[in-house]
């Protein structure tokens, strides 16, 4: 379903659905983040859905927090952003130790090319949602550094307004060398979170 124009970057709350038919592929992303064969086609299997709380704290301060399901209502986690550019370590199920910051900002702000484009107007009057995520490899398993720029926002998809994230991660191994990979993942909206 089409998100309704109510629902913008400034606000956010409600159920959002990954609709894999259009989005691309996460293999290479996944396979670049370190996570093993098998893990990458069981995740293949899930449809994502997030029960988004968009939110101003008393500081002033924006929030972001996402509940994630997977297909069958099995929990998928969390995903809690705060709007103010700070890095805050995040222990996730799956990559270990995360670094994670979160703000707001003009696309025009962003340098990769892929991430800026293609936004709605309201999209670039409200500021897209704009986070970074790197892995720590002390902390991780696995022998891959990564870190995934990504801009969250909506953009009509065959002429449907969508919530749209963008990711470009660059990763880095002694099997791989430097690589990158840029996957855009649409999300329908399912109503509201209440």
Do not use: C
């Amino acid at each position: 379903m089409a998100a309704p124009l109510s629902v913008t970057t400034k606000n956010l709350s409600g159920v959002f659905v990954s609709n894999k038919q259009l989005s691309d592929s996460t293999e290479d992303l996944l396979r670049l983040q370190g996570m093993p064969w098998y893990k990458r086609n069981i995740a293949k299997m899930f449809t994502v859905t997030l029960v988004t709380n968009h939110y101003t704290d008393d500081s002033g301060v924006e929030h972001i927090d996402m509940e994630r399901k997977l297909t069958g209502g099995i929990s998928g986690g969390s995903d809690n952003h705060t709007l103010d550019w700070q890095e805050r370590d995040v222990n996730d199920p799956v990559f270990g130790l995360l670094h994670v910051k979160t703000h707001r900002l003009s696309p025009e702000s962003i340098e990769e090319e892929f991430l800026k484009t293609g936004w709605t107007e309201d999209t670039i009057a409200d500021g897209i949602i704009h986070t970074v995520v790197r892995n720590d490899p002390e902390e991780s398993d696995d022998s891959y550094t990564w870190k995934s720029e990504q801009t969250w926002g909506f953009q009509l998809v065959n002429g449907e307004r969508k919530q749209v994230r963008l990711a470009h991660l660059t990763s880095s191994s002694k099997k791989d060398g430097e690589q990158h990979v840029r996957v855009r993942v649409v999300y329908e909206y399912s109503g509201n979170n209440h």
